[in-house]
T-cell receptor, first 115, second 118 residues
Framework: GAVVSQHPSRVICKSGTSVKIECRSL??????MFWYRQFPKQSLMLMAT?????????EQGVEKDKFLINHASLTLSTLTVTSAHPEDSSFYICSAPRQPNTEAFFGQGTRLTVV | AQKITQTQPGMFVQEKEAVTLDCTYDTSDPSYGLFWYKQPSSGEMIFLIYQGSYDQQNATEGRYSLNFQKARKSANLVISASQLGDSAMYFC???????????????FGTGTRLQVTL
């Protein structure tokens, strides 16, 4: 079964509103989680690294004020897309490694559509 | 420069045949890991196989095997006895550096869409 759970799987929101996406590790503690974005027919691009108890590390070109990341506990990281616009429509997916040097488990992904 | 290169945007294979999906990588770090993930139309990322840079033998997981050629910096995925359910996008990814107690990010290639036909 899934070891990383992501919700919601799909969300449609109006332009200007904010959307929160949750990523939970189900049976392990994840001090670090990763948030990726994937445009249609493209690869996954890392947006940010979520660190439990400290600030997230954002990749170059990712607006930290627009994509707020909170890693408040060892099993939960949230990504909030603030003041969403149609160009933010994309597939967002989180991942967490259960242990160092092992594969990263991915959540189911969230398909965001901003209308 | 691209760190992970997948040169095949799309591949077709007949059911029960074997197929090789190409992946080359670029890194100056002697310690790295290579991954293959399958992404069906639902979007989930399914881990298939992992190869560490210091692993002496090629990784195998059921019908999946990784043809690791370190000198050529290639890590091709071989799927044997293809099934219709293997139709999906396949991504090669790399993690650079060994880490002690902290996790490291993955860099993905552009993917190969595999279509298995009858």
């Amino acid at each position: 079964g899934a070891v990383v759970s992501q919700h919601p799987s799909r969300v449609i929101c109006k332009s200007g509103t904010s959307v929160k996406i949750e990523c939970r590790s189900l049976d392990f503690q994840a001090t670090t989680m990763f948030w990726y974005r994937q445009f249609p027919k493209q690869s996954l691009m890392l947006m940010a690294t979520s660190n439990e108890g400290s600030k997230a590390t954002y990749e170059q070109g990712v607006e930290k004020d627009k994509f707020l990341i909170n890693h408040a506990s060892l099993t939960l990281s949230t990504l909030t897309v603030t003041s969403a616009h149609p160009e933010d429509s994309s597939f967002y997916i989180c991942s967490a490694p259960r242990q160092p040097n092992t594969e990263a488990f991915f959540g189911q992904g969230t398909r965001l559509t901003v209308v | 420069a691209q760190k992970i290169t997948q040169t095949q945007p799309g591949m077709f294979v007949q059911e029960k045949e074997a197929v090789t999906l190409d992946c080359t990588y670029d890194t100056s770090d002697p310690s790295y890991g290579l991954f293959w993930y399958k992404q069906p139309s639902s979007g989930e990322m399914i881990f298939l196989i992992y190869q560490g840079s210091y692993d002496q033998q090629n990784a195998t997981e059921g019908r999946y095997s990784l043809n690791f050629q370190k000198a050529r910096k290639s890590a091709n995925l071989v799927i044997s006895a293809s099934q219709l359910g293997d139709s999906a996008m396949y991504f090669c990814a790399m993690r650079e550096g060994y880490f002690t107690g902290t996790a490291s990010k993955l860099t993905f290639g552009t993917g190969t869409r595999l279509q298995v036909t009858l």
